[in-house]
T-cell receptor, first 112, second 114 residues
């Protein structure tokens, strides 16, 4: 079963607005990562938050993590048309190897 | 640096045919992965390798085989393709060590099995 479930599945906003997408997971994690996928391309790493962190910033990205609720959110501020893409959370658990499980993704459309 | 490259980019197979997808990385990464991406399913791990000469099964390994004869290459084989293997296949690599290391992805191979 999927470790990460994202919500909403799709999101459409106007340029300049903020976009928030959420990720819920089921088991304890070492860290959680967010990736972006432009149409027809591979995934690109955006930001990582460790299990002992609550909030992380990188440019226009803000990630929060609530381990008690097993959830994370990604906020993109002042969105641009170039932010149009699918966004995936990936949970990383400790084990014999880096067990990474990707969520089903949120498809973001930013309308110019 | 080219990063992670995949060949071919597109392929159409008939049921029962075989093929090999090639992944190459020039970042000297120890770990390499093969995923498949289907609509609404996210990415699912097929096989992975933690070093040259070693491979292991992931979440959905049936119908696939892999080999890692050289550190920079990771091959994914379909011995007898089935329509259920129609998908987009992604290869990824990362450094060994900390769990916080990110994965680097290739551009994908779109495979259709008719």
């Amino acid at each position: 079963s999927q470790q990460g479930e994202e919500d909403p599945q799709a999101l459409s906003i106007q340029e300049g607005e903020n976009a928030t997408m959420n990720c819920s997971y089921k088991t304890s994690i070492n860290n959680l990562q967010w990736y972006r996928q432009n149409s027809g391309r591979g995934l690109v790493h955006l930001i990582l938050i460790r299990s002992n962190e609550r909030e992380k910033h990188s440019g226009r990205l803000r990630v929060t993590l609530d381990t008690s609720k097993k959830s994370s959110s990604l906020l993109i501020t002042a969105s641009r048309a170039a932010d149009t893409a699918s966004y995936f959370c990936a949970t990383v658990v400790s084990g014999g190897y880096q067990k990474v499980t990707f969520g089903t993704g949120t498809k973001l459309q930013v309308i110019p | 640096n080219a990063g992670v490259t995949q060949t071919p980019k597109f392929r159409v197979l008939k049921t029962g045919q075989s093929m090999t997808l090639l992944c190459a990385q020039d970042m000297n990464h120890e770990y390499m992965y093969w995923y498949r991406q289907d609509p609404g399913m996210g990415l699912r791990l097929i096989h992975y390798s933690v070093g040259e000469g070693t491979t292991a099964k992931g979440e959905v390994p049936d119908g696939y085989n892999v080999s890692r004869l050289k550190k920079q290459n990771f091959l994914l084989g379909l011995e007898s393709a089935a329509p259920s293997q129609t998908s987009v296949y992604f290869c990824a690599s990362r450094k060994a060590g900390q769990l916080s290391y990110e994965q680097y992805f290739g551009p994908g191979t779109r495979l259709t099995v008719t």
